[in-house]
T-cell receptor
């Protein structure tokens, strides 16, 4: 099974700082890259997603940067707030009739210091 | 809009016992997924339904796991017999269609502990 490698495993950031989480993938058939936020006791919730035909996507304080040649993508949280403290998962998807249709990274536990 | 509903929220069983989980997706959502999330890891896709047909079950351990979505609405996932390594949170998710542009909505999950 192809993997999506996510780093770091955990991250502590001061309030107001930038939180950055990185993911790398192997399968070039992946064509959709979402990020999910998960709070304890809840299911993951879609935060932002990007397709490989763009290098950056921004929604509010959340930005995805995408490097197709390096097969890497990152989530950046600007002006991080204590309410952003959660576990973040990157994922990669590809279409039907391909292997590894939906693969999640192992997650990053983010803690924002007040 | 009501979210994805799952029950039970928690289940504790002995190994070799059977267990079943239930999921009711968001109304009108054609695609339904079951994931297994082991503590400290990301969700792992077990099975994907499009309406009442199976799209992908390549990672479902078919010797002990089974799932159905008979009327294309709610779904059940069964484990028989359970093993210790099945301890995990089982997440159900749904999508309006099979298109990746549609948001995948997750339920709160069922936490299974196998003793």
């Amino acid at each position: 099974q192809q993997q999506v490698k996510q780093s770091p495993q955990s991250l502590i950031v001061q309030k107001g700082g930038i939180s950055s989480i990185n993911c790398a993938y192997e399968n070039t058939a992946f064509d959709y890259f979402p990020w999910y936020q998960q709070f304890p006791g809840k299911g993951p919730a879609l935060l932002i997603a990007i397709r490989p035909d763009v290098s950056e996507k921004k929604e509010g304080r959340f930005t995805i940067s995408f490097n197709k040649s390096a097969k890497q993508f990152s989530l950046h949280i600007m002006d991080s707030q204590p309410g952003d403290s959660a576990t973040y998962f990157c994922a990669a998807e590809c279409g039907r009739n391909r292997d590894d249709k939906i693969i999640f990274g192992k997650g990053t536990r983010l803690h924002i210091l007040p | 809009e009501a979210g994805v509903a799952q029950s039970p929220r928690y289940k504790i069983i002995e190994k070799r016992q059977s267990v079943a989980f239930w999921c009711n997706p968001i109304s009108g959502h054609a695609t339904l997924y079951w994931y297994q999330q082991i503590l400290g890891q990301g969700p792992k896709l077990l099975i994907q339904f499009q309406n009442n047909g199976v799209v992908d079950d390549s990672q479902l351990p078919k010797d002990r796991f089974s799932a159905e979505r008979l009327k294309g609405v709610d779904s059940t996932l069964k484990i028989q017999p359970a093993k210790l390594e099945d301890s995990a949170v089982y997440l159900c998710a749904s999508r309006q269609s099979g298109l990746r542009a549609d948001t995948q909505y997750f339920g709160p999950g069922t936490r299974l502990t196998v003793l």
